[in-house]
Nanobody, 125 residues
Framework: HVPLVESGGGLVHAGGSLRLSCAASGRTFSSYGMGWFRQAPGKEREFVAAIRWSVGSTYYADSVKGRFTISRDGPRNAVYLQMNLLKPVDTAVYYC??????????????????WGQGTQVTVVS
């Protein structure tokens, strides 16, 4: 088991930006893909963005396209989520996850093998 650790969450005003980071602690590992999910109070955990490790293909939820950007750093086993033009509706706990099994889809939580503890993002008007 290799834990993932998120950082970069916080409180910002609408229209502001945050950059979330997620990295493996302890031993390094090979990942086929990494993704970001979020969960707001009273709602199900939802897909935000994902990236295929080897080629850098990216995928985004419709709600964040054009505002969020996912990127990777292979040597650090790290993934980042740049969030711009934040809205109050983006308020949620954000989780990063790693797919170690070359899953066919990166848009569903069940396909991921490792998860971080989550980091709170709060956007106020």
């Amino acid at each position: 088991h290799v834990p993932l650790v998120e950082s970069g969450g916080g409180l910002v005003h609408a229209g502001g930006s945050l950059r979330l980071s997620c990295a493996a602690s302890g031993r390094t590992f090979s990942s086929y893909g990494m993704g970001w999910f979020r969960q707001a109070p009273g709602k199900e955990r939802e897909f935000v963005a994902a990236i295929r490790w080897s080629v850098g293909s990216t995928y985004y939820a419709d709600s964040v396209k054009g505002r969020f950007t996912i990127s990777r750093d292979g040597p650090r086993n790290a993934v980042y989520l740049q969030m711009n033009l934040l809205k109050p509706v983006d308020t949620a706990v954000y989780y990063c996850a790693a797919d170690l099994q070359a899953s066919s889809s990166l848009e569903y939580p069940a396909y991921y093998d490792r998860w971080g503890q989550g980091t709170q993002v709060t956007v106020v008007s």
